[in-house]
């Protein structure tokens, strides 16, 4: 059984989410939002860094999977979730995880079978996977379908032969 921590990086919310991989069998273990406040980037940085090392801490994940960041119509939108995702990294590698990212279009794919899938598929498809008695939040599903295509993804390619992991961590 391998635990996995998904993350959802945002720079005010950022989700994240626990599940145990056992072959073809996914169990949810926990999941949440790490809520920052104010203005100011360093501080909430920091609050991301701290919240996504707790959750390292308390549920000991072996692999943690990242959604990749995608350009939008605002640039510094972007800018600002790409140096969440940058503080959930760091925290991350300073544990000696091994890394893997995913496009939402692939964790949309392989949560709900299509790449331009709504919140409230994901949120749904979290619910029934998970066999939760209600839908999660919407980050922290967000960051539950991180893990669950990692999950899902891992388990597809190890099956392959041939496939090994180069030391990037990424699968080749």
Do not use: W
């Not at 626990?18 to 996914?26: C, E, F, H, S, W």
């Not at 980037?41 to 090392?53: E, H, M, Y």
């Not at 331009?116 to 029934?128: D, F, L, P, R, Y």
Request: one cysteine or more.
């Amino acid at each position: 059984m391998i635990r996995i921590l998904g993350i959802d990086p945002g720079s005010r919310i950022t989700g994240y989410g626990v599940i145990d991989v056992d072959g073809a069998r996914t169990f949810y273990v926990a999941s949440g939002g790490i809520k920052t406040a104010g203005d100011a980037l360093a501080p909430r940085l920091s609050r991301i860094f701290d919240g996504v090392t707790a959750a390292i801490e308390e549920y000991n994940p072996q692999e943690m999977a990242v959604e990749l960041v995608f350009m939008n119509r605002n640039a510094d939108s972007a800018l600002k979730l790409g140096q969440a995702r940058g503080a959930a990294l760091v925290a991350g590698a300073k544990r000696g995880l091994p890394v893997f990212e995913f496009t939402p279009a692939q964790i949309k794919q392989a949560i709900v079978g299509r790449g331009n899938a709504e919140k409230a598929q994901i949120q749904h498809m979290i619910k029934v996977l998970l066999n939760l008695e209600a839908p999660p939040e919407t980050d922290a599903a967000d960051a539950l379908a991180v893990a669950l295509c990692h999950g899902h993804t891992r388990q597809g390619l190890l099956r392959m032969p041939g496939v090994r992991r180069n030391r990037r961590r990424r699968f080749l």
